[in-house]
């Protein structure tokens, strides 16, 4: 909405199609973690086999997509196959803070018994599975918790919500995250696949620093 002519850099993801000598584009969004960070992390949760986990990263409403009940009663019910077929492996459910409580409580509910799922009211664990998740599953509606997920390296799926209101934007950014083979279409299947860590603040970080050295 403003021109990217008033700026001396702007950095953008791709899914955005802006182009320009000053845009300096990005696979999906940029975020501040760091293997690092997620090494250093002190979050313990109870999850006894932390070496099969998978954690499902749940959203909420937005301007484009649908969340209701009815659509979180669904996804609750393919997660409870998933625990039935893949009963070796540990679960853990992260809703992020767009997910309201009503869905929260019908989460806590419906699953708490068979997973571990954060009920916000605790330190929040997304730093330990971002640390220790084998597999990610990953509600639609951000483009940045699939972007942080696709920064371990590991099969993130996408489980994809129904849309209020069609955003080019949001569809050409799943679009290219599968080309990409760094997401998959959720199917009640867990399968392993490899794509190197996406790292994009790193990879812009060294440009930009290039940039302002040379200017």
Same mark, same amino acid.
């Given at each position: 909405?403003?021109?990217?002519?008033?700026?001396?850099?702007?950095?953008?993801?791709?899914?955005?199609?802006?182009?320009?000598?000053?845009?300096?584009?990005?696979?999906?969004?940029?975020?501040?973690?760091?293997?690092?960070?997620?090494?250093?992390?002190?979050?313990?949760?109870?999850?006894?086999?932390?070496?099969?986990?998978?954690?499902?990263?749940?959203?909420?409403?937005?301007?484009? !997509?649908?969340?209701?009940?009815?659509?979180?009663?669904?996804?609750?019910?393919?997660?409870?196959?998933?625990?039935?077929?893949?009963?070796?492996?540990?679960?853990?459910?992260?809703?992020?803070?767009?997910?309201?409580?009503?869905?929260?409580?019908?989460?806590?509910?419906?699953?708490?018994?068979?997973?571990?799922?954060?009920?916000?009211?605790?330190?929040?664990? !997304?730093?330990?599975?971002?640390?220790?998740?084998?597999?990610?599953?990953?509600?639609?509606?951000?483009?940045?918790?699939?972007?942080?997920?696709?920064f371990t390296g590991k099969p993130v799926y996408v489980y994809h919500l129904p849309f209020k209101r069609v955003s080019t934007r949001i569809v050409n950014f799943h679009k290219e995250f599968e080309e990409?083979?760094?997401?998959?279409?959720?199917?009640?299947?867990?399968?392993?696949?490899? !794509?190197?860590?996406?790292?994009?603040?790193?990879?812009?970080?060294?440009?930009?620093?290039?940039?302002?050295?040379?200017?």
């Amino acid at each position: 909405k403003i021109n990217p002519n008033n700026f001396d850099f702007v950095i953008t993801p791709n899914h955005d199609n802006i182009d320009g000598n000053n845009i300096l584009n990005t696979l999906g969004a940029i975020h501040q973690f760091t293997q690092k960070k997620l090494n250093e992390s002190k979050d313990i949760i109870n999850i006894t086999n932390k070496e099969n986990l998978v954690s499902i990263i749940i959203g909420g409403s937005n301007q484009h !997509y649908k969340f209701s009940k009815k659509i979180v009663e669904d996804l609750i019910n393919q997660i409870k196959i998933l625990i039935n077929k893949y009963k070796d492996y540990s679960f853990c459910v992260i809703p992020s803070r767009r997910t309201d409580k009503s869905n929260v409580d019908l989460l806590t509910k419906e699953l708490s018994n068979i997973a571990f799922v954060w009920n916000k009211q605790t330190n929040n664990p !997304y730093l330990f599975c971002l640390r220790f998740s084998k597999y990610f599953i990953v509600t639609s509606d951000s483009t940045s918790m699939i972007s942080e997920c696709a920064f371990t390296g590991k099969p993130v799926y996408v489980y994809h919500l129904p849309f209020k209101r069609v955003s080019t934007r949001i569809v050409n950014f799943h679009k290219e995250f599968e080309e990409q083979c760094i997401t998959r279409k959720f199917t009640n299947n867990l399968d392993i696949w490899k !794509y190197p860590s996406l790292n994009e603040s790193k990879r812009i970080a060294g440009i930009l620093r290039l940039r302002i050295l040379n200017k």
